[in-house]
């Protein structure tokens, strides 16, 4: 039987929520951003609602993304190579670039109520940014997990 260290067992548990939750993101983001959805509610106040869902969610991402890039580089920093380390921590600033445009593109849509071509034109602009996003973390969770299981196979 395989047993890992708490901390390891801890980043393959929190790999799991990560996904699970920007799944769900993605999803239900999804659906608010569909042309014709988001540009029938060109009612200022639910474009604004809808707005300020997802600038809700999109932070939230961004602040546990933070958070939790910064619990994997220290738990990796004593376990993995040096060249391993570096590769990681570059894909840890891309998807935090990913998130941070993800953000701007809608701040973009909140500053002022565009019209319906543009709506939605940002509309899918953020839709790809969200799914890109949950493309991108998963990948990168995938292999830091096939990682963690190397460093505890035979522990």
């Known amino acids: ?3 890992r260290p708490a901390g390891l067992e801890k980043l393959l548990h929190e790999h799991e929520a990560i996904r699970a ?20 509610n060109t009612n200022p106040e639910r474009l604004k609602e809808t707005i300020n869902q997802l600038q809700t969610a999109l932070k939230y991402v961004r602040d546990g993304v933070r958070k939790h890039i910064n619990q994997d580089e220290a738990a990796f920093s004593s376990l993995i190579n040096l060249t391993q380390m570096e590769q990681f921590k570059q894909e840890h600033r891309q998807i935090e670039r990913t998130v941070d445009d993800a953000i701007r593109a809608v701040d973009r849509l909140a500053e002022e109520i565009p019209s319906r071509l543009e709506i939605e ?17 998963e990948t990168h969770t995938s292999r830091e997990d096939d990682v963690i299981k190397q460093l505890t196979k035979g522990q």
Not at 34 to 39: G, R
Not at 125 to 135: T, V
């Open 121 to 137: 034109r940002q509309g899918t602009e953020i839709r790809y940014a969200i799914h890109g996003l949950r493309e991108q973390i």
């Open 21 to 40: 939750d920007l799944k769900r993101i993605d999803s239900s983001l999804g659906d608010l951003l569909k042309p014709p959805q988001l540009a029938e």
């Open 1 to 3: 039987m395989e047993t």
